[in-house]
């Protein structure tokens, strides 16, 4: 029943491992996430009975440098492409986005792959934070969840190391260059800020809202605006997530609307794809991100996950091309030779 989690903070030269020889504790509601409660979080899109929202308590807290692990190289030896879903999927997801009621969705696929050897998971953490050190890089395995992998570039919510000043972004739009950037890609960053900034406005005081800047995750580069703020007293942490989660980034607007739309209309389970993960008031420091550039590590199997954002104007060719650049975040991981 043992379960464990190793990070590393963006920028960070070394990583912090969190075990527990018990059970993880499963929440069904965001609201329940008190900052009182101390552990690493694993949380999935949506709840349910079979994708809960985990705490991994802090029972053995240690910190690791990171260095080079000397592994026989896996190589890729098949990969399944799910195009003939994804094409359903868009067609489904475009024709509600043109009824107007919706004004953005997210659409998700799966890219699985086969391995030629199992898979050492701590050594392609290991490779991970070394390929992306600008990225937030989780390996977090329990009994409920399975093992995921993940290198994001995207804070849920954090807060900051002095003072009691939080932070969050809206980040979203990509591209394989820094600009210029076409209309749409402006617009579906602009809903994500304008979204957080009204869940945000009923817990804070003192909000701070940047212009939007380009910010680099890897080999993309994405739009982003960042929001400094201080939580009002008697603010329950769990009440800002349960308002903030799941953003427009990952999700779409209305929120609710989309959500319903993309659980019943998605072909695939987004299980821990999509949701939020990073320690809670482990050595002082919360710090969740959305669960990115991820994926579910089965033996000599993996399941790679990537989404993009919907509008009106979204083409499918341009969409499935988006995708193909987020995965090759963890194929990479992979495909990278010796680690």
Known sequence: MSSFAYYRLPGQSQCICVKSNR??????????????????????????????LLVIAADFVQVCPIKPVLKPTISVVKQQVEDASYHDDFQRFHAALETGILKKLVLARQLQVELSDSIDSVALFYHA??????????????????????????????????????????????????????????????????????????????????MPYVRQAAQLYHRCTDFLFVLKPQVNLGNVIADLHPTPAVCGMPKALAQDFILREEHLHRAYYSGFTGPLNVWKTTHFFVSLRCMQLLDNRCILYAGGGLLTASNEQSEWNETELKLNTMLNVLQSGTY
């Not at 509601?29 to 994708?51: E, K, N, R, V, W």
């Open 23 to 52: 059970a993880p504790y499963e929440l069904s509601s965001y609201t329940q996430l008190d900052a009182s409660m101390s552990g690493y979080i694993l949380a999935p899109f949506h709840i349910s009975s079979t994708y809960p």
């Open 129 to 210: 934070c070394t390929l992306y050190p600008h990225a937030f890089v989780s390996l977090v395995s329990t009994p409920q969840s399975g093992t995921w992998l993940m290198a994001t570039p995207e804070t849920l919510l954090a807060k900051r190391p002095v003072g009691d000043q939080w932070y969050t972004m809206a980040l979203a739009g990509t591209m394989d260059h820094s600009g210029p950037w076409a209309e749409k890609n402006c617009l579906e960053q602009r809903l994500v800020a304008d979204y957080i900034e009204t869940c945000l406005q009923p817990h804070v005081v003192q909000l701070q809202r940047s």
